[in-house]
């Protein structure tokens, strides 16, 4: 996949530490699409931001298989946030239709169905009123190897190029307590740090958070939604900054 104008890769901007409206600025100059370039407009948070004040959207993306170069998007859902209160009512749920035939794995797992898609739009006719709705905020999301990967090949295909966002990553920040390894005494004496599941329903059972239906895009939004405000109650605070969990 070749990358797009001013393309710099996701592991760079981490070890860089990058300045994400500076980042954006550059982005919507370089942008073609004016969906793209409007979204990029928009401007994002910097880092140096209090959680309080940063507004979010948590984001979850339904899909036919878990490989962005050969699977594609068949629901969204998006959830206007801060860490304080959650927009239900703003909500967005999209059904979309893939160029190819659903999975019957795919099928059981997210429950949409052929007779479902048949009617839905291709992503690219909801497109302005997905960034729209994702312009100005944080993207929050459970595990961002999906939602970024997913819709920066989306975009490829459909308009020749991807798109770039900074998130926060409910899993990853399980994950720094739960997938660290273990202390030096530790690995002294042999013993393995005991593995956690950091899924969205396991991650959510460890902050007494109800069970909701897996797999629908807008009840995981929510449920995402839900997580990071529980992470950052009991781990975080709403004073701490925007840089300390988003990448």
């Not at 990029?40 to 899909?63: N, R």
């Not at 190029?161 to 926060?168: D, K, L, Y």
């Not at 897996?214 to 009840?219: F, K």
Request: hydrophobic share 45%; aromatic share 6%.
């Amino acid at each position: 996949m070749k990358a797009g104008p001013g393309h710099i890769s996701r592991r760079a901007r981490a070890a860089a530490g990058i300045a994400w409206p500076q980042r954006f600025a550059a982005l919507a100059a370089a942008a073609r699409d004016p969906r793209l370039q409007s979204f990029y407009a928009q401007g994002v948070p910097a880092g140096d931001y209090l959680l309080k004040d940063v507004p979010m959207v948590a984001l979850d993306i339904e899909t036919t298989g878990l490989d962005p170069a050969r699977d594609e998007i068949v629901s969204i859902g998006v959830v206007p946030m801060t860490v304080t209160r959650i927009q239900a009512s703003a909500s967005r749920y999209w059904v979309l239709r893939p160029d190819g035939d659903l999975k019957p794995e795919s099928v059981t797992i997210h429950a949409i169905t052929h007779a479902q898609i048949e009617a839905a739009p291709d992503l690219d006719a909801i497109l302005g009123e997905l960034l729209e709705a994702l312009a100005g905020r944080i993207v929050v999301v459970h595990c961002r190897s999906i939602e970024r990967g997913f819709l920066d090949a989306a975009l490829r295909a459909r308009i020749g190029e991807g798109i770039e966002f900074p998130v926060i990553d409910t899993m990853e920040l399980e994950a720094r307590l739960y997938r660290r390894p273990p202390g030096f005494f530790a690995w002294l004496l042999g013993r393995r740090r005991r593995t956690e599941s950091i899924r969205l329903a396991d991650s959510r059972s460890r902050y007494k958070l109800p069970r909701y239906r897996a797999h629908h895009a807008l009840t995981d939004a929510l449920a995402t939604a839900e997580l990071l405000q529980a992470q950052v109650a009991h781990r975080f605070s709403a004073e701490s900054s925007l840089r300390e969990l988003c990448l």
